[in-house]
């Protein structure tokens, strides 16, 4: 059973900064492919970026594109969100969540994880 914690959430304005973190309870074969997720109330849980733990592979939505980045630190069993030029609409509860197979199509849809954290909550203010 792999564990994840997310921390790093809080308040901020518009424009600004937050780091999100995930750490996993331990590194396994389980954790092949980790993706942040977000979920504003009455909405959907929204994909917002994925990586490849083997390549470091990134993968993101188009709306957080250029602002957000996905990395990684093994050697931590951790992974970040850094999120620049945040705005109001990026407001939601952040989850990261973990599966074990490699394959990127599909990596926004949320029934392919095995295992969640969870969340973290993200308000920007305008």
């Known amino acids: 059973q792999v564990q994840l914690v997310e921390s790093g959430g809080g308040s901020v304005q518009a424009g600004g900064s937050l780091r999100l973190s995930c750490a996993a309870s331990?590194?396994?074969?389980?954790?092949?492919?980790m993706g942040w997720f977000r979920q504003a109330p009455g909405k959907e849980r929204e994909g917002v970026a994925a990586?490849?733990?083997?390549?470091?592979?990134?993968y993101y939505a188009d709306s957080v594109k250029g602002r957000f980045a996905i990395s990684q630190d093994n050697a931590k069993n951790t992974v970040y969100l850094q999120m620049n030029s945040l705005k109001p609409e990026d407001t939601a509860m952040y989850y990261c969540?973990?599966?074990?197979?490699?394959?990127?199509?599909?990596?926004?849809?949320?029934?392919?994880?095995?295992?969640w954290g969870q969340g973290t909550q993200v308000t920007v203010s305008s």
């Open positions: 331990e590194y396994t074969n389980r954790r092949v492919f």
């Open positions: 990586i490849l733990i083997r390549t470091g592979s990134t």
């Open positions: 969540a973990a599966d074990w197979r490699a394959y990127a199509g599909d990596w926004w849809k949320a029934d392919r994880y095995n295992y």
